[in-house]
């Protein structure tokens, strides 16, 4: 088992809906433990050149428009496996196919306003926490 990093978000629906307590539950009682953390509303272009990836798909400008249209709580969450024990925790994209108990199926609206975001791998979440943090903003635990 690897002690990884992963990156975290809570979108803009979860935390309009006072879910960061509940979403940050989930993370604690499964182990993962909350390195960085920190609020910010994004820019349309921070949300843009953050799902890139996604920039040719059809629902690329809904995406971005959501994801900047209220604040954001973006967390690193360390842990053995934390980047598929975070999947997990969230459940598929879609709520309507997302297991009950996860983030997702419990909390989430739609496809589009699901609550949490999840790096989904080890390699994009080296890309995805240097997009928001410094090194020196991680703090990993001692004790
Ligand atoms: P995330 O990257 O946010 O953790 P994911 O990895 O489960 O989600 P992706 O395929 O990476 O899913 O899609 C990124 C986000 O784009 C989704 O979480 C959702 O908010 C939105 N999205 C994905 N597919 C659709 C769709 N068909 N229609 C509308 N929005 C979508
Ligand atoms: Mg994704």
Redesign the pocket.
């Known amino acids: 088992m690897a002690l990884e990093r992963t990156l975290s978000?809570v979108?803009p629906d979860g935390v309009q809906k006072n879910l960061i307590g509940e979403v940050y539950r989930r993370f604690e009682q499964a182990g993962l433990k909350i390195v960085a953390a920190r609020m910010m509303h994004l820019s349309l272009a921070q949300a843009e050149g953050f799902?890139a990836?996604?920039r040719e798909?059809?629902?690329f400008k809904?995406?971005t428009k959501?994801?900047s249209s209220g604040p954001v709580i973006v967390q690193v969450l360390e842990g053995e496996n934390a980047v598929a024990k975070n999947?997990e925790l969230?459940g598929?994209?879609?709520p309507k196919k997302a297991d009950k108990g996860t983030i997702r199926g419990d909390l989430a609206a739609?496809?589009?306003?699901?609550v949490?975001?999840?790096?989904?791998s080890a390699e994009n979440a080296k890309i995805e926490i240097a997009y928001f943090f410094a090194a020196a903003d991680i703090c990993p635990r001692t004790r």
Request: hydrophobic share 35%.
């Open positions: 978000i979108k799902y990836v996604h798909r059809p629902f809904d995406l959501y994801m999947r969230m598929a994209t879609d739609s496809i589009e306003e699901n949490a975001h999840g790096s989904d």
